[in-house]
């Protein structure tokens, strides 16, 4: 059976990020999309230019909506915005029994930049991780999460198993960082495991963040074990950057490709 799997998340109009890249990623990967807005955005591949947020009452009502009708299988949880959200998101979680909770804490811009407030972040710590299955931070989030001024690469795995501490499998994205490969750290039950990839060079990096954990969610929703769900989204995310050159989208930093499997270069369906 196809599983539905649920994203909570910002949308992303130039179709690269947020709920988009989301839905992208769960078709790409074999299953059917639902999406819950949280805010509206207008953003390009060079910046995002407005948010406009969704009413808290009204995530609650969207959520409440499809659970009274959807057999959901995984929820991806991104953008939340604010500490009301959080809260309606964490609410539902628990009244609905949110099975395979990923949350990706979308809380700072790669320019280093927090996006939400000092209540928004103690609200994901204190009320969201601790229902989630699996935790996605980069280093800024997860500094931002342990309440430190930054985590180095080389501090990861230390910073893993402190999130880990806290509830949720924690997996640290070391994306942002130098060097020739990609290395992300998990801290689970099991321990630690650190999963690496050769860096791919190339601008079209927009929505990689979206994309891993909508993956996760994607292999969870399929009934993967956690390692195994990560490590092919780690797969997949890695597939999508080496082909993202074959797409053109805008001036700025384009999407990964999410159908590297299914279009050819030219960009018809394989």
């Keep these: 059976m196809t599983p539905t799997i649920l994203t909570v998340a910002g949308s992303d109009p130039s179709g690269g990020a947020g709920i988009q890249a989301d839905l992208k990623t769960f ?9 819950v807005l949280t805010a509206l955005t207008a953003q390009n591949t060079r910046g995002v230019t ?3 947020p969704v009413p808290a009452s009204f995530v609650t009502e969207q959520l409440d909506a499809l659970f009274a009708d959807l057999d959901v299988a995984a929820v991806k ?13 964490a609410d539902a979680a628990r009244r609905h029994g949110i099975r ?37 931070p980069n280093l800024p989030e997860t500094a931002a999460l342990l309440g430190v001024p930054a985590v180095a690469p080389e501090e990861a795995a230390d910073a893993a198993a402190e999130l880990h501490a806290k509830g949720p499998a924690a997996l640290v994205k070391g994306g942002h960082a130098a060097g020739p490969d990609a290395v992300d750290v998990l801290a689970d039950d099991d321990g630690l495991l650190e999963l690496r990839e050769r860096r ?62 299914w279009w050819t270069p030219e960009g018809t369906p394989a």
Excluded: W
Aim: aromatic share 2%; glycine share 12%.
């Design 27 to 35: 078709s790409a990967l074999g299953a059917y999309g639902g999406a």
């Design 50 to 52: 407005g948010v406009l």
């Design 77 to 89: 949880v991104g953008m939340l915005g604010g500490a009301d959200v959080v809260e309606a998101v």
């Design 100 to 136: 395979r909770l990923v949350v990706d804490p979308v809380m700072v811009a790669t320019s280093g930049d927090r996006l939400v407030d000092d209540a928004t972040v103690e609200a994901i710590r204190d009320r969201l991780l601790p229902l989630a299955d699996v935790v996605t």
């Design 200 to 261: 791919v060079e190339t601008a079209n990096t927009h929505g990689t963040g979206c994309t891993l954990s909508s993956a996760i969610a994607a292999g969870l929703g399929h009934g993967r074990l956690l390692r195994d769900a990560v490590r092919d989204a780690k797969t997949y995310l890695t597939e999508a950057l080496r082909a993202a050159d074959q797409l053109h989208v805008g001036t700025g930093h384009g999407p990964v490709h999410h159908f590297h499997a």
